[in-house]
């Protein structure tokens, strides 16, 4: 049969443009289908203008800091519509980059709601194209609790446009948004509360991490409340919103925002015509190749719920287009020693193993750790402290993870990662000789074992 592509990609993220561009590269027929953000969440509602946001809200402790070293400051003003209309600026910058990626590749760009008609069919706005191969790459979606009021909470989509920063800012969750957005919040001002439904936020994450960043969050004034979860929310008669949790408390807020977790963006997509199936958690079933179980289409990214990482479907992204049309080249994607960041602030960077995995895992253990005051807070007020952790392997004196809660951390870590990825053992990190005076250099210079 003689199909209109060799490849039709559903989700014009970071797997699916990946994934069609270098199709498109090696020469097939490729179309892309996008109803929302070109360049995906990371682009739109994600990572980038985060990242963004972290880098305006760690200025007010910039300016503070500033004074230990001669500078003498007005007080500070901060504008939030300003700073969000440069970042939406700065993101149509990047959808145009992305559509001119997509286009200098030849691949065929079709603008709107994508739907399956059967396994080798899809429906764009009324438009029929046949493809050999269909891959989906929709990616994820926030999702509110079904909770009385939840119609008065926003997610991370919504923060990205309010037209003004709330006074008081009530975030609902755990994980690494949760943290992220309540730093900047607190960062710009906005009294600041963290609720969790658990003991202790960042669970998956090393332990010495996690409490050291809940003890730096609390020192900078943010009101961590553990062990708690809204049961409903009213909005009161001036505008503000009324929590009440469950047990019994009440929190008073202008902003309910909720980081509970991302579910897979499947709706209206069509599957039920096709004999892909879904796993226990909603996710889309594949092979380690990225094959469903309808023998036509492909999934990657956050539907199929692995290592919901931007670089982790760009990774999967490249190995699909290989995989199908450049076989010789193909190389499966290597889920070990994949380095991640919080941008919380102060930031985490994390690679490899945990100190309680390393165990569960039946290693032997050596563990070096590191804390200090920044050199650049020295001549300042500020107090927060930065914590490093090697965790190694005592038989084979393997490093198994690296762990950092501090300034640049993720930067430090990127190159960490590619020591773990070589297989370092920590003789060879304390042969190497460290560029000083920095903070990085800690992870070349720590000598004595913490605990083993």
């Known amino acids: ?195 969790y439904r658990r003991e202790l936020f960042l669970r998956g994450f090393d332990d010495a991490v996690r409490t050291h960043l809940r003890d730096e969050l609390g020192k900078k004034g943010m009101n961590l409340q553990f062990n708690a979860d809204i049961a409903s929310i009213e909005k009161q008669a001036d505008g503000s919103l009324l929590a009440t949790l469950r047990d019994g408390r009440h929190l008073e807020t202008d902003c309910v925002f909720y980081a509970t977790g991302r579910r897979p963006m499947l709706d209206d997509l069509g599957l039920e015509t096709t004999g892909v199936e879904l796993d226990e958690r909603g996710f889309i079933k594949v092979d380690e190749q990225f094959q469903t179980t309808e023998p036509s289409i492909l999934a990657l990214g956050d539907v199929i719920g692995r290592v919901q990482l931007t670089p982790v479907a760009l990774a999967e992204g490249m190995a699909v287009a290989r995989r199908l049309f450049k076989p010789e080249e193909y190389r499966p994607v290597d889920y070990q020693h994949i380095p991640t960041a919080v941008f919380s602030l102060p930031n985490i960077g994390t690679v490899g193993l945990t100190e309680q995995q390393a165990r569960a895992n039946g290693h032997k253990v050596k563990i070096f750790e590191s804390r200090f005051r920044p050199m650049k807070l020295t001549l300042t007020e500020n107090q927060e402290r930065t914590l490093m952790k090697l965790v190694v392997d005592a038989e084979t004196d393997r490093v198994l993870g690296c762990h950092m809660v501090g300034p640049d951390a993720g930067e430090i870590v990127q190159g960490l990662a590619v020591a773990l990825k070589a297989g370092a053992t920590k003789r060879i990190f304390d042969d190497t000789i460290g560029v000083h005076p920095t903070a990085a250099e800690e992870f070349v210079t720590m000598r004595t074992p913490v605990g083993a």
């Open 1 to 195: 049969m003689a199909y209109d592509f060799d490849l039709f990609v559903i989700g014009a993220g970071s797997g699916g443009v990946r994934a069609a561009r270098f199709a498109a590269g090696f020469g097939a027929r490729v179309a892309v289908a996008e109803s929302r953000y070109l360049g995906g969440t990371c682009v739109n509602v994600g990572c980038v203008p985060k990242k963004l946001l972290v880098y305006g809200a760690h200025f007010a402790e910039d300016f503070e800091q500033a004074k230990g070293f001669g500078w003498s400051l007005d007080e500070a003003g901060f504008d939030w519509p300003a700073l969000i209309a440069n970042k939406n600026r700065e993101i149509h910058r990047l959808n145009g980059i992305y559509r001119n990626l997509l286009v200098n590749s030849g691949v065929t760009l079709l603008e709107g709601h994508a739907r399956l008609v059967d396994p080798h069919t899809v429906e764009v706005g009324g438009q029929r194209c046949t493809a050999k191969n269909i891959l989906i790459a929709t990616g994820g979606w926030p999702q509110i609790p079904d909770i009385p009021g939840r119609e008065f909470a926003i997610s991370s989509n919504e923060a990205f446009f309010l037209e003004q920063l709330p006074k008081r800012v009530l975030v609902v969750g755990g994980g690494y948004i949760a943290v992220e957005f309540a730093s900047i919040f607190h960062g710009m001002g906005a009294q600041t509360t963290l609720l």
